[in-house]
């Protein structure tokens, strides 16, 4: 089945640094992606959706200029925490569709936990 | 109101018995309906897809849709330990491909 790989699966970082979060499609072309954020107890919350070759579309409430995304292939996108600070810990989850293979079926990474001190 | 509703639970079951999930949405034009499982640390994991009104079962999971009422439902028979986790609904709208998320339901299955 279509696998998502998310790297790294954790990190800790001190206030005010920036984190990159890879997320990459291992068996099948991706040209939308999708970065959820999940705080403990919460459910998933859409951030962005990340387009190939064009500009991610950020959900309302999301800065994109904290949050940069990069979509530069089929197979990679990347979402940037720039300036982190202690509140943007969470659990920061890739999703892609499989396309024609998988109907429009939602396959997820598996997740990266950012703690910033 | 939101747009994709859940019971946030816990749901507590006794091994081997039923467990049913219930499961609103608001946007009357949906037309995919999931459920994810999402043990506490992971990431959800697909169980259940349903597109057409009606039962849809899949071993020991059977997902109900009744796009009528607006509600969909996942039952779990034979509930085992290992099926307690968090399950999260999640509805695609009519317009364009972004999943919308119920806020989960928690299940515990006490042995």
């Known amino acids: 089945g279509a696998v998502v790989s998310q790297h790294p699966s954790w990190v800790i970082c001190k206030s005010g640094t920036s984190v990159k979060i890879e997320c990459r499609s291992l068996?099948?072309?991706?040209?939308?992606m999708f970065w959820y954020r999940q705080f403990p107890k919460q459910s998933l919350m859409l951030m962005a959706t990340?387009?190939?070759?064009?500009?991610?579309?950020?959900e309302q409430g999301v800065e994109k200029d904290k949050f940069l995304i990069n979509h530069a292939s089929l197979t990679l996108s990347t979402l940037t925490v720039t300036s982190a600070h202690p509140e943007d810990s969470s659990f920061y989850i890739c999703s892609a569709y499989q396309g024609a293979r998988g109907a429009n079926v939602l396959t997820f990474g598996a997740g990266s936990r950012l703690t910033v001190l | 109101q939101k747009e994709v509703e859940q019971n946030s639970g816990p749901l507590s079951v006794p091994e081997g018995a039923i467990a049913s999930l219930n499961c609103t949405y608001s946007?009357?034009?949906?037309?995919?309906f999931f459920w994810y499982r999402q043990y506490s640390g992971k990431s959800p994991e697909l169980i259940m897809s349903i597109y057409s009104n009606g039962d849809k079962e899949d071993g020991r999971f059977t997902a109900q849709l009744n796009k009528a009422s607006q509600y969909v439902s996942l039952l779990i028979r034979d509930s085992q330990p290992s099926d307690s986790a968090t399950y999260l609904c999640a509805v695609n709208p009519a317009a364009g491909n972004k999943l919308t998320f119920g806020g989960g339901t928690r299940v515990l299955v006490k042995p």
């Open positions: 946007d009357r034009g949906s037309q995919s």
């Open positions: 068996d099948f072309q991706a040209t939308t």
């Open positions: 990340s387009n190939e070759g064009s500009k991610a579309t950020y």
